[in-house]
């Protein structure tokens, strides 16, 4: 199975992806999501110039070598450019292992453990009124796992108290059914995350997501010891040994990776099986950033481990209207009845691009907001 062709594509039906599509000699196509939210064009070249031409002449049905190529051979490992391109030909060459196999992902992967995926979705607001309407529209769908940020992440800057009053508020008015998740997107010093997962306590969080930075991992041993509130972390891993000591010391109760981020399929599926035996879940990342060939891969690996928590939900026809669905056909879908994600069971990820409705929708420089404290000095977004 020579690859013949490497190729990336950018397109914007909505927001910026960066796709990886590889075709082989006899004529098959395999899609991988090396989407790096604010920095696609530094992926996009290091896949043009430095990626692609390697790839070409390789033999696609031997994954775990091109993973090991392109992240030891080439002395430069991990980082959020590299292992944001090695995610996205990692994506593709199981698409593609599955298409020449004629099965799903997610059978090469060990076969189905469950049914579905159960998802969380995203109702935070500024205000209690306004999370509890939007969680109580997703009960209506189905879905009974909700992130309900107060305010944070675009609107106010972290505020401990309004955070602690605020979800504690919500937990009242939904009352003890549904599992709440707040994000901190690592903005609290140690000190103010002791105080937001123990004021949270009676609040029963299903999980706190990154309440601290991800640079200095010892700081979640101090946090651990402090509360109860169970902990989840991993959107910023660009390396898949950074989880070690979190998982190692069960220091998080769940692995949050994003498989564009961390060394796609074949990363995130060792370090769900590490995991495994230290009792950790996963909660893979799915945020709208990841392109919807991201989301059927985190998918496909969902229901293949005997691990999994519960998966992030972007239902990107609600967010970007029907642009996606004129460049990707195909892919993961909820099933209201159960609040769960399932992809189809068709060869390789069960996703295609359309390439030509793709070059339509250009790219546009974008990224996050540039966030500061009140007084000037930088903050983490
Ligand atoms: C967030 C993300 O979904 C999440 O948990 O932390 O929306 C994050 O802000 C983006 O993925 C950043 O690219
Ligand atoms: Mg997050």
Same mark, same amino acid.
């Given at each position: 199975m020579e690859i013949r062709h490497a190729d990336v594509l950018l397109t914007r039906p909505g927001r910026n992806y960066v796709l990886v599509r590889l075709e082989t000699a006899d004529g098959l196509v395999g899609w991988g999501d090396a989407t790096l939210n604010g920095r696609e064009k530094a992926v996009e070249a290091a896949l043009d110039h430095h990626i692609c031409p390697e790839l070409?002449?390789? &033999?696609?049905?031997r994954v775990e070598d091109v993973w090991q190529y392109l992240f030891r051979g080439t002395y430069w490992r991990g980082g959020p450019v590299l292992n944001s391109a090695l995610s996205g030909v990692d994506m593709a060459l199981w698409d593609l292992k599955g298409k020449a196999a004629g099965v799903p992902v997610h059978d090469l992967l !060990? !076969?189905?453990?469950?049914?579905y995926a159960t998802v969380y979705t995203h109702c935070g607001a500024e205000t209690v009124d306004d999370i509890v309407d939007s969680a109580e529209a997703a009960l209506d769908r189905?879905? $009974?796992?909700?992130?309900? @940020?107060?305010? &944070?992440p675009s609107g106010q800057y972290l505020n401990v108290d309004r955070v602690v009053d605020g979800v504690s508020e919500v937990r009242d008015r939904l009352g003890p059914a549904p599992e709440l998740i707040v994000d901190v997107h690592g903005r609290a010093s140690p000190r103010e995350a002791r105080r937001i997962a123990t004021g949270l306590e009676p609040a029963d969080l299903f999980f706190l997501e $990154?309440?601290?930075?991800?640079? @200095?991992? &010892?700081?979640f041993r101090e946090l651990r010891q402090a509360t109860t509130t169970p902990l989840a972390m991993g959107e910023?891993?660009? @390396?898949?040994? /950074?989880?070690r000591p979190l998982v190692e010391e069960r220091l998080v109760d769940f692995l949050r990776v994003d498989l564009a981020h961390v060394g796609g399929i074949t990363a995130a599926k060792k370090l769900a099986t590490v995991a495994e035996h230290h009792y950790v879940e996963t909660a893979f990342h799915g945020p709208p950033d990841l392109s919807p060939v991201g989301q059927a891969a985190s998918v496909h690996v969902d229901r293949s481990i005997p691990n999994f928590g519960v998966q992030e939900y972007t239902d990107y026809t609600e967010v970007y209207g029907d642009a996606v669905a004129d460049v990707f056909q195909g892919g993961a879908t909820l099933d209201e009845s159960v609040g769960g994600l399932d992809v189809p &069971? /068709?060869?390789?990820?069960g996703i295609e691009v359309d390439r030509a409705a793709a070059r339509e929708y250009d790219y546009e420089r974008s990224h996050l907001p540039t966030v500061r404290h009140d007084d000037g000095s930088v903050a983490d977004w």
């Amino acid at each position: 199975m020579e690859i013949r062709h490497a190729d990336v594509l950018l397109t914007r039906p909505g927001r910026n992806y960066v796709l990886v599509r590889l075709e082989t000699a006899d004529g098959l196509v395999g899609w991988g999501d090396a989407t790096l939210n604010g920095r696609e064009k530094a992926v996009e070249a290091a896949l043009d110039h430095h990626i692609c031409p390697e790839l070409e002449g390789r &033999d696609a049905s031997r994954v775990e070598d091109v993973w090991q190529y392109l992240f030891r051979g080439t002395y430069w490992r991990g980082g959020p450019v590299l292992n944001s391109a090695l995610s996205g030909v990692d994506m593709a060459l199981w698409d593609l292992k599955g298409k020449a196999a004629g099965v799903p992902v997610h059978d090469l992967l !060990g !076969g189905r453990t469950r049914e579905y995926a159960t998802v969380y979705t995203h109702c935070g607001a500024e205000t209690v009124d306004d999370i509890v309407d939007s969680a109580e529209a997703a009960l209506d769908r189905g879905i $009974d796992h909700l992130r309900v @940020n107060v305010g &944070d992440p675009s609107g106010q800057y972290l505020n401990v108290d309004r955070v602690v009053d605020g979800v504690s508020e919500v937990r009242d008015r939904l009352g003890p059914a549904p599992e709440l998740i707040v994000d901190v997107h690592g903005r609290a010093s140690p000190r103010e995350a002791r105080r937001i997962a123990t004021g949270l306590e009676p609040a029963d969080l299903f999980f706190l997501e $990154d309440p601290l930075r991800p640079e @200095n991992k &010892d700081a979640f041993r101090e946090l651990r010891q402090a509360t109860t509130t169970p902990l989840a972390m991993g959107e910023l891993f660009t @390396n898949p040994w /950074e989880m070690r000591p979190l998982v190692e010391e069960r220091l998080v109760d769940f692995l949050r990776v994003d498989l564009a981020h961390v060394g796609g399929i074949t990363a995130a599926k060792k370090l769900a099986t590490v995991a495994e035996h230290h009792y950790v879940e996963t909660a893979f990342h799915g945020p709208p950033d990841l392109s919807p060939v991201g989301q059927a891969a985190s998918v496909h690996v969902d229901r293949s481990i005997p691990n999994f928590g519960v998966q992030e939900y972007t239902d990107y026809t609600e967010v970007y209207g029907d642009a996606v669905a004129d460049v990707f056909q195909g892919g993961a879908t909820l099933d209201e009845s159960v609040g769960g994600l399932d992809v189809p &069971d /068709e060869p390789g990820l069960g996703i295609e691009v359309d390439r030509a409705a793709a070059r339509e929708y250009d790219y546009e420089r974008s990224h996050l907001p540039t966030v500061r404290h009140d007084d000037g000095s930088v903050a983490d977004w």
